[in-house]
Every structure is written in C-alpha cells, then in structure tokens.
C-alpha cells in the first residue's frame, strides 16, 4: 500500500513536471519564433557529433535494454541512418527555408504570393521500444530542421536507453530546446495529452488510436508511425535465392522486431518447398549457431517473448506445421521458425508478430495474392520479388501501402530523400527529409499588394460598368 502511494506521487510529480518543462520549451520558442539557418545547421551538426563520438554508450544502452542486442545491428540500423539523417537536412535546410513564390490570377493584378515555411513550435514525440535511437532521432532531426522545440517521450521498455539518451542530448542542448521524458506507461498516457504543436507517435495501431484521441481533445495535429502485417510476394519466376535471401534479412534484423519487417510471404503454390529450404539455409548460414551468438538479437521482454511463443502454441492447436530453424531457445533468444498451413483464426495471422516468425501463405497466381492482401488492412510496407516489370507495375498500381520495395526489404526506410508513413491502420502522415520539415513546419500563404489596388473595381456598390466587365472577362 505504502509502495502504491508513493508510486502515485511520483507519476503525479513526473505529470507536472512535464507541464512545467512544456511551458519552458513554448517561452523559449516564443523569445525566437524563426531561428535563422545557421543556427538549425548547427544544432544539426552538434547531433551529429554527439552520435559520432557516443556510439560506444548508445550500443552498450541498448544492448542492456535487449540483454543482447547485436552492436553490428544498433551500427547498421539506428546510428549510420540516423547520421545520414541528420546530415541529409543539414546541408538542404537552408534551401528548405526558402519562400516558396506561387502565382497569381491575372484578376488579382497587381500582386504576389508566396509560402513561408515557419516553426509550428514544440513537438512531442513518442518513441517505441524496438528502435530507441533511430525512432527519436529521426523526428528530432526534421523537427530541428523546421526549427522547433522538441521533446521526446522514450518507451519504459528501455529505461537505459533512455538514460544514455536524455545524459548525452542533455551535453549538447539546453532543455528548454530537446528534453527527454523518462517514464512509464502513466506518464506516456499525460505526455500525449499535453497541447503540443504537433505529436508524432510511433508504435502499434492499438495505442495509435488511443494518443489520436488524447490529442484531439487540444486538436493537436498527429503524425503516426504504426505498424500492421507488411507482405512480401515472391514472384512464380524470381530465383528463390534472391527472394529468400532478402526476405530472410528483413525478418533476421532486430530479430524481427522491427515495424516494416516482412510479417508474412506469399509464394506460389509449387514453389513452397523450395521457398522454405532456400530460407533454412540462408538464416542457418547467417547465423551458424544460436548458442551465445551476439549476431541474434534477442526478444525486448519476458511479455514479448510469451507473446510470440503464444502465438506459436495457438498456430499448432489450430493445425499449423511449424518448422523450426534453430533447434531450441536460449534465454530470450527466440529461434526463427517458419509457419505453414495458417489459417485467419489463428493469432499469428490477426495480430502483427513482431517477432522472428514466418507464416508462409501459397497462392496460385498473381491477382490471387493481391486480392489477399487488398481484403486485409493497409499495410506500412509492401515488398514483392520478381523482375519483371509488367508485373511490378501490376503490384504497384493495384496494392496500397505506407512504401514499397521491390526486390529487397527494409531498406525504403532508410532513403532519406524519400517520405516515410503509412497508410490507414497502418499510419497517416509522412517524415523524413524534405517531408519531415514539411511535417513540422507551417506553410504559411501569404498574398501581397502594392500601394496602388485595382481590386477596387469589385467594391460596392455593385453594378458599375467596370464590374460587368470583369464578370464577362473571368467567368467563362
């Protein structure tokens, strides 16, 4: 009881420390509203710096949070993308800021218009657990860019990550420019019910819905990063190497946890065997043992790991085939496992899994694939493997989701000159690059007249010669 309390005034003290720390953040932003290139480049640049020199701290936290997470993975798929990230915007954000001149109507003369790109002013962001650096990071970078105000809510799933995290920006930036926000579940539900000038949530399509609603209640504009069951289509012609290889990496990388990681993967009815040999083979060649391998990233948490193993015990109660590739887990190294015969009952086909588990669906033609997956939500991403582009155009025209990538997985993510988001389910709005500081920015119209004003022709009272005439010219 005594225990209770104390951790309800601790949540409560945390919940108005966040109000106090938004109030900071919006008075500084009001005592410089539109912070000049320069200092966006150099708040970019000192980022990138901090990654640099604190790699060894950022791979040591999450590996502590994961208790092993491959270093060569946090390298790969959170510090190198998120310093070209940040790179990527410190050299065009100046070219970001620009004016954007815009047209106008000859009836308007004389005139001009143009759109300012202008700081909302403070974003929240909420980050998950399955990629700690990279998903705070990279809405940092486009927030900074657009030259607001940040502050980061770090998931209590990885409370050293988030440690490390809010010491080493903490070096580099005051708080009234980025704070981190430590915390668990309580003070993540307050943090998305602040009045932010934006919200970007990234994590599952369950908790989106409940931050959109926290942020309607201050009409607080979302960005969603969500997730969903992302399939991959290996094509009747595509040689099955190429497709297992690359979909075998996209499900091996973070041991599956990962948002756009292939959930499940079409192949043609013939091709199955093949299919699932040609992937035991490429994932047992990856990882030639399981055994105190640091290349296995383990599962985040004792709940994640009983989460997945359900999903495994419910597939084989309702009649699935599970084909193990490692022949048994060691701590919460979970091995990767193909699943055949699924059926739409079963858990592993209704939920994302979010884990290194396969279902492998035979199809007997194209269309027959792409109606499957156009009679399910819309997913972040789409992956199909073939070379013939008649049918890449085919997928392409007749699927929707958040990316695609043909003939490899994950990797659109990491394209900085491209937008990143989902689509329904799976997310709204966009990030990265340009559209990131799109996304934290105000496009602001603004419509300018000269001292002399033609437009007086229009103003009452009506029915001067000259308005007749300007009626018969423009309205045609």
Known sequence: MVADIAYLQQTQQQISQLETLLERQRQAYRANPMPDAGQRIQWLKSLANLLVTEQKAIIDAINSDFSNRSADETLLAEVMPSLHGVHYAAKRVKKWMKPSRRSVGMQFMPASAKVIYQPLGVVGVIVPWNYPLFLAI????????????????????????????????????PEDLVAVVQGEVDVGVAFSKLPFDHLLFTGATSVGKHVMRAAAENLTPVTLELGGKSPAIVSSSVPMKDAAER??????????????????????????????????????????????????????????????????????????????????AQGRRLPQALVLNTTDEMKIMQEEIFGPLLPVIPYQNLDQALSYINERDRPLALYFFGYDKREQDHVLAQTHSGGVCLNDTLLHVAQ?????????????????????????????????KPRFNAARVIYPPYGKSLQKLVYKLFIR
């Open 138 to 173: 990279g809405p940092l970078t486009g927030a900074l860019a657009a030259g607001n105000r940040v502050m980061i809510k770090m998931s209590e799933s990885t409370p050293e990550s988030a440690r490390v995290l809010k010491q080493l920006l903490g070096k580099v930036f």
């Open 416 to 448: 900085d000159d491209m937008p990143f988001g989902g689509v329904g389910p799976s997310g709204m709005g966009h990030y990265h690059g340009h559209e990131g500081f799109l996304t934290f920015s105000k496009a602001k119209g603004v419509f300018s």
């Open 247 to 328: 979909i075998a990496f996209g499900k091996s990388l973070n041991a599956g946890q990962t948002c756009v990681a292939p959930d499940y993967v079409l192949v043609p009815q013939n091709r199955v065997d093949e299919f699932v040999e040609s992937y035991r083979q490429v994932v047992q060649g990856f990882f030639p043992k399981l055994e105190n391998n640091p290349d296995y990233t383990a599962i985040i948490n004792e709940r994640q790991l009983a989460r997945l193993n359900g999903y495994l015990a419910d597939a084989q109660a309702r009649g699935a085939t599970v084909v193990p590739l490692f022949p048994q």
